[in-house]
């Protein structure tokens, strides 16, 4: 019990600091946009990496950076509904 | 005292002999807390011993009546102060209640009640007007005692402007303190006249406020006396004045309490001493209560004592109610103790009386004749199903409580946290009922208070805004805290009272708060002050300001100015530099009141200065710029006390000044400071020293300045030996003579003390040791001429032979006095050294140890005056006292000789290495903690420095010592041994160091197979792995589980320190490793993880992948481990390959188990997952699964060129 509950705070610490982290239940939709949105993040902080992919759509980098962050809202389309 | 005073007390004797009077209590002062306070000084600081008092015992000290015992100093002599032992009879579980360390002071929270609970309904208007009452009431019966104190005599002149407490002159010092007229004869006349109407009340009220009133009440005397002829006819009209007002004429202080506090839940608030409403607590001691005998018997028991069959359990005719009485309740009168046999037996101390489990709460830790009150209803066995839900819930709070007070951790925190989330649902209400009285407990320990403060801050946070009825009644149980001795008790009750005020709001708390900054009770207005401090630092001083400004400018009365300048004075105390911003405003608030008519007053605002000077240093001076003049101009007006406290704010503001300005003003108040230099005061003498220390430190005071006007002045009354007699004083005085010396220079000061280095007073003589180390420690020896010198080594000398107790002191100054001296003390060092050696020849083992230590302390500056024929006649002594039998003083040789070692050099060491290391061998063994120290350091430095001039057989010999030595409880000793084998095998060569240690590993004890396994790591690196590491695995295959894990604990160790030489080794340790991971014994596969994991660190990007990948897949079973260490060593491990093998290898073993049906594997995979996402996010992007679906699906991937 007390352990579990050590654990339990400490996931939360270290999800306060690192948000992508999972615990048994994260679900598909939360585990698909952490991974949507490190994916996007990771591709524009590497420099060659946006370069390559500019290249590639034909549009500047500048645009492409943005139309990445723009697609970091709702990246994997909109949330599930709620069970009620 | 003066003879009339003597007079006096011979005249009266007679009238109050000390026969006892058979119908009197002897246990009147216990009980009747009337005179209690009387002969106290009220005002006196917390945490202070009380010096006033000593003087109290004289006053009456000589009777003379026809009784011949030792007077009550000498048989008081070992009940106080430093000489004070512990009172055996005072149990274990007395000592642990907070009220047995309280001063009388910090007591008076106990004359406090806890409001009524209808309090929420008064008005604030109601509130005032009681106030206004008591205050009234207070003030009438002072007078009446003044009358009473006075007698028909006629009046003394009594000087108007007097100042400090109680109007003893003491603090002024130049006059003999009067007595006190009012103390100890009044009680007699008070005891044997009971039937006197009036009756005696509680006093509580300030002895400081009777100067206060001092000429109201004369005045009110001398109308009175007109008309009245006896000092008893006319007390009562006055005290009936009073009364009428009052609603119940029979106890006029509680009477509004009284009426109105319906006994709460139990007992409601603890019993206040005098009145005891509701229930009288149950007076129980073991063995008393025969209640337990009489409780029915339990199933249990009927079992045990009738025969299981032929028997049948009828069930009660209907309509029968037992009649039952709760357990543990006492049926016997109150306060019937009964007989009870003085003894201890296990019986007794079982306590079969006090349940140690409740039904509904479980096992306790404990339950003490105190919970019973407050407990008590759980245990009445009423049926729960007839309870309403208020009872209900009542009952179920009172059961949480009791789990948190009395509990064990874990049924505290699970209680805890059900009180906290359900608070809202509870209610202030019956929360704080129950609480409450319990903080107001008078045998609360430590723990249990700090739990039950606990429960009032969780559920603060939940309560917010509804505890706002109940501030006050927290606030009378909180504020005790903030003077408690205990500084985290301190802690908690800012903290709670902080939570408090952020929940009420400022308004709310100034309303409730209001009416006790001008109450009767000193104690009252003094946390009133601090709590209203730590409100301020919670909503922000600017919120409190305007109603702070209001209150120190109170015309209607003094009291409240004085708490208002009060909170001035504890908010910097309590926010120290952040008040720099409202600076300004603070002091304008206070600046007024540096010349109230009140002494106190401006007394408290000198003080409030300082504290403002203190918090704002070194900024801030600006703002005093208002308050110079008058607290300048003040401070030659005032006498005594005031006048210290004047002072203090002089001194804490020098030092804000610049330069022209601290001189000018420095030069203001020399002569009042210089004055003040002969006060027999100690709290002027402190601050006197204070102040000269702090203007020494500024700029503006020049050296010349000093030597001119207080240097002669300063030695003239602080350097005498009374002086060095009293800690404080002394430590005072060394402290403000080291900041003299920091201005004046070193030569000035030392010239003038260095005479008192061969006084006969020994204390005398080190407290100039002390100030002189302290000098030239941090100015140097290079201003001394040779004169002065050669007196200065002289003195010490004569010093440090001269001492009768050994004391640290002496040698640290002689010590740094020949630092300082460097080559200049070797004309001195041939006396030095036949000092040094006689000593070490004396019969007292300290003299010699001091002797040892001191040749440690100096041969840095003997090597330095080349001084090595005496370093070596040392060395040989030394040498000849190793066969010294106490312990303390060989280790202390052992140091010595370690000096000498180290400032010679091994190779022109006299007596010879190969001589001196023989006779460690033996001393090796020796179990003492320093010795030990000593010696390992010495023989580790000859090992490493110069392990050629031993003979090999001598190191293996030292080697099955050192062994001994892992053992030991330092763990500096261990790892002095642990180098130590490095240093051996390092030059003898690894195998024996090997084959001893291989063999230790065998040993029963873990610590020492630990320290071996370590010693091994350490021969592995210094002698490179490949010499240890055949035999080592050759060991595995002892069929030993010790052995095995210690190889496999020495392995883990080797690779930590070896790093990337590891690679060379991976493949020969594989299969090694790879039948331990598969081993049964999960130790084994722990030890073996903490391997692979070193291993595995030690070489990432070495191209040993497949090794890895190989280790990592036996690894990988062991993930669905639950003990903890295993399976942190584990994950660990698996950490360890990811690094080696770079993350998108490792991923792919981690998707597999992400998304299992069964949580318990999920668990493991996610914690690898985050720490994998932790430490190497980006790496993880390219191994992300690829999806189908057209929404989740990474398309950026998809692009080509």
């Not at chain 2, 009358?147 to 003394?156: M, S, W």
């Not at chain 2, 407290?767 to 010490?796: C, N, Y």
Request: net charge negative; glycine share 6%.
């Amino acid at each position: 019990m007390a352990d579990k509950l050590r654990a339990q705070q400490q996931l939360e610490a270290l999800q306060a600091r690192f948000v992508g982290v999972g615990h048994p239940d994260t679900t598909k939709f939360e585990w698909t946009s952490n991974i949507a949105r490190d994916s996007i993040a990771s591709y524009i902080g590497h420099p060659p990496m946006l370069q390559y992919m500019s290249i590639g759509l034909g549009q500047p980098k500048e645009k492409t950076r943005i139309q990445l962050i723009e697609r970091m809202i709702q990246p994997v389309g909109k949330p599930p509904a709620k069970e009620v | 005292m003066s003879s009339a005073g003597k007079k006096s007390k011979a005249l009266d004797a007679p009238k109050g002999n000390s026969k006892a009077l058979l119908s009197e209590a002897f246990d009147k002062d216990l009980y009747d807390s009337g005179d209690k306070y009387s002969g106290y000084n009220t005002s006196i600081a917390v945490r202070d011993e009380d010096e006033d008092m000593d003087d109290v015992g004289e006053i009456n000290g000589r009777r003379l009546v026809a009784q011949y015992t030792a007077t009550k100093d000498q048989l008081n002599e070992f009940a106080h102060g430093d000489t004070e032992e512990a009172d055996i009879l005072m149990s274990r579980e007395e000592q642990a209640q907070i009220a047995s360390r309280e001063t009388d002071y910090q007591r008076r929270r106990f004359d406090r009640r806890l409001s009524p609970s209808g309090e929420e309904k008064r008005s604030y208007k109601e509130v005032m007007k009681e106030r206004e009452l008591e205050r009234e009431e207070a003030r009438v019966k002072r007078l009446i005692e003044e009358r009473e104190a006075k007698g028909n005599e006629v009046l003394d002149h009594v000087p108007t402007l007097k100042d400090g407490a109680n109007g003893t002159v003491a603090v002024n010092g130049d006059k003999t303190p009067p007595m006190d007229k009012s103390t100890r004869r009044k009680r007699r006349w008070d005891v044997t006249n009971e039937e006197e109407p009036t009756g005696e009340e509680t006093k509580k009220e300030d002895r400081r406020d009777s100067t206060s009133v001092e000429e109201r009440s004369k005045e009110e005397v001398k109308k009175e006396r007109g008309t009245k002829k006896t000092k008893w006819s006319d007390a009562t009209p006055a005290a009936d004045a009073a009364m009428a007002a009052t609603p119940a004429p029979d106890a006029p202080v509680r009477s509004r309490w009284d009426t109105t506090a319906a006994p709460t839940t139990i007992a409601g608030p603890s019993p206040s001493p005098g009145v005891v409403p509701g229930p009288v607590a149950p007076m129980m001691s073991f063995g008393t209560d025969i209640s337990s005998r009489n409780a029915p018997l339990s199933d249990e028991m009927l079992d045990m004592m009738l025969p299981k069959e032929g028997y049948k359990i009828l069930t009660p005719p209907p309509g029968y109610e037992p009649l039952r009485r709760p357990v543990g309740i006492p049926q016997l009168p109150t306060g019937y103790n009964g007989f009870l046999l003085p003894e201890e037996g296990p019986s007794n101390l079982m306590g079969k009386q006090l349940p140690t489990e409740i039904p509904g709460v479980g096992d306790l830790q404990f339950f003490k004749t105190e919970d019973m009150k407050y407990f008590g209803k759980l245990v009445d066995g009423a049926d729960e199903n007839e309870m309403t839900v208020d009872e209900l819930k009542e009952r179920k709070i009172m059961r949480l409580l009791l789990k948190v007070k009395n509990g064990t951790p874990p049924m505290r925190k699970t209680a805890l946290r059900q009180l906290t989330d359900n608070a809202r649902q509870f209610g202030p209400g019956p929360l704080f009922d129950q609480i409450l009285p319990l903080l107001m407990e008078r045998t609360l320990e430590d723990q249990e208070r700090h739990l039950l403060v606990k429960v009032i801050d969780r559920i603060l946070y939940k309560l917010d805004d509804l505890v706002r009825p109940y501030v006050h009644k927290i606030l009378v149980v909180i504020e005790p805290l903030l003077i408690d001795q205990d500084y985290y008790a301190r802690v908690e009750g800012r903290e709670i009272i902080s939570n408090l005020a952020k929940a009420a709001g400022l308004t709310h708390m100034i309303s409730t708060m209001r009416p006790d900054l001008d109450h009767n009770d000193e104690y009252v207005r003094n946390t009133t002050a601090r709590a209203f401090a730590v409100v301020a630092s919670a909503l922000g001083i600017p919120a409190l300001l305007p109603f702070i400004r209001a209150v120190c400018r109170s015309k209607k009365s003094w009291q409240a100015r004085h708490t208002g300048v009060k909170i001035v004075q504890q908010i910097p105390i309590l926010m120290g530099c952040a008040i720099l911003p409202h600076l300004k405003d603070l002091i304008e608030c206070i600046s007024e009141n540096l010349n109230d008519e009140q002494p106190k007053v401006r007394m408290v605002t000198a003080l409030a200065l300082a504290a403002l000077a203190e918090a704002s240093a070194p900024y801030g001076i600006e703002s005093f710029d208002n308050i110079l003049n008058p607290l300048w101009t003040g401070a030659r007006r005032q006498r005594g006390k005031s006048l210290a406290a004047f002072l203090k704010a002089v001194g804490y503001i020098i030092p804000l000044m610049d330069e022209e300005f601290s001189n000018y003003y420095t030069g203001q108040i020399m002569d009042t400071l210089i004055r003040e230099f002969q006060s027999p005061d100690d709290e002027m003498k402190k601050v006197v020293l204070k102040v000269i220390s702090q203007s020494a430190g500024t700029a503006g005071v020049t050296p010349t300045f000093l030597k001119d006007k207080v240097l002669d002045e300063f030695f003239k009354h602080f350097w005498v030996r009374r002086m060095a007699l009293d800690k404080r004083n002394y430590r005072q005085v060394v402290e403000t003579t080291v900041d003299l010396a920091q201005k004046s220079g070193v030569p000035e000061i030392v010239g003038r003390i260095v005479k008192n280095l061969k006084d006969e007073s020994e204390a005398y003589r080190k407290m100039t040791i002390e100030s002189i180390d302290k000098i030239i420690s941090t100015l140097g020896a290079s201003g001394l001429e040779t004169r002065l010198e050669e007196l200065l080594v002289d003195g010490i000398i004569t010093a440090f032979q001269e001492q009768t107790v050994e004391d640290p002191i002496i040698i640290d100054g002689f010590a740094t006095v020949m630092n300082a001296l460097g080559e200049r003390a070797r004309p001195y060092m041939t006396q030095i050294v036949a000092i040094i050696l006689a000593r070490l020849n004396n019969r007292s083992p300290s003299i010699r140890q001091q002797a040892a230590d001191l040749i440690s302390r100096i041969t840095f500056t003997m090597s330095k005056c080349d001084d090595d024929p005496h370093l070596v006649l040392l060395s040989q002594a030394l040498y000849e006292y190793l066969g010294e039998e106490y312990p303390e003083v060989l280790g202390s040789i052992l140091g010595a000789l370690r000096a000498i070692v180290t400032v010679v050099g091994l190779h022109a060491m006299q007596p010879p290495v190969k001589d001196l290391l023989p006779r460690l061998t033996p001393i090796l063994r020796n179990r003492h903690e320093k010795v030990q120290e000593n010696t390992i350091d010495l023989v580790g430095r000859i090992a490493d420095r110069g392990p050629e001039f031993v003979h090999v057989r001598e190191w293996m010999r030292i080697c099955f010592e050192l062994l001994e030595m892992l053992k030991a409880h330092k763990k500096g000793i261990r790892r002095a041994a642990n180098n130590t084998f490095g240093y051996i095998a390092k030059a003898i060569g690894p195998q024996d160091v090997l084959a001893t240690l291989l063999n230790n590993l065998r040993v029963q004890e873990r610590q020492s197979r630990v320290c071996t396994a370590v010693a091994i790591g350490i021969v592995a690196e210094s002698c490179a792995p490949f010499t240890v590491l055949p035999a080592l695995m050759n060991e595995y295959r002892v069929p030993e589980l010790n052995v095995q894990n210690g190889v496999l604990k020495a392995l883990s160790f080797m690779f930590e320190y070896i790093g990337e030489m590891a690679k060379d080794y991976v493949y020969a340790v594989t299969p090694l490793l790879e039948d331990a991971l598969i081993d049964r014994d999960q130790v084994h596969r722990q030890t073996a993880a903490a391997v692979v994991k070193h291993l595995a660190l030690g070489c990432i990007g070495l191209d040993c992948e497949d090794a890895m990948i190989h280790l990592l897949n036996l690894l990988w079973p062991n993930l669905f481990e639950t003990s903890p260490h295993v399976i942190d060593r584990i994950i660990e491990a698996i950490e360890g390959i990811r690094n080696a093998v770079g993350t998108p290898l490792v991923m792919n073993y981690i998707w597999a188990g992400l998304f299992h049906p069964a949580k318990k594997v999920r668990q493991p995979y996610w914690r690898l997952y985050n720490d994998a996402y932790v430490q190497s996010a980006d790496a993880m992007i390219p191994a992300y699964p690829h999806f189908e679906d057209e929404v989740i699906r990474r398309h950026e991937l998809d692009i080509f060129i």
